[in-house]
Nanobody, 123 residues
């Protein structure tokens, strides 16, 4: 069992930055990949970025590539999503997920999910 708790969401102006954090507890953190997804109402969860236990990353072409940075600190059982150049269309609930897939980009590849943190980008 893995429990994930996200934090760091909030309201930011367009062009601004936010850093999301996700702290994991339960199974050994350095044994599973972590991913970030986001979701807006009436849409499926959208892949943002994934990172393996050793730090290999795959980013979505949109929204992550060139704007977001995914990283993890295995000593702190924490994964981070540094988001920059935020746009109003980045407004969503952001979720972290844990799974034993290598750099999966589908939500159904992940076994554990956090409760989400809301990001609102104003124009």
């Amino acid at each position: 069992q893995v429990v994930l708790v996200e934090s760091g969401g909030g309201l930011v102006q367009a062009g601004g930055s936010l850093r999301l954090s996700c702290v994991a507890s339960g199974r050994a953190f350095d044994t599973y990949s972590m991913a970030w997804f986001r979701q807006v109402p009436v849409k499926d969860r959208e892949f943002v970025s994934a990172i393996t236990p050793t730090g290999n990353v795959v980013d979505s072409t949109f929204p992550a590539k060139g704007r977001f940075t995914n990283s993890r600190d295995n000593r702190k059982n924490t994964v981070y999503l540094q988001m920059g150049s935020l746009k109003p269309e980045d407004t969503a609930d952001y979720y972290c997920a844990a799974g034993f897939v290598q750099l999966g980009e589908r939500a159904d590849e992940y076994d554990y999910w956090g409760q989400g943190t809301q990001v609102t980008v104003s124009s």
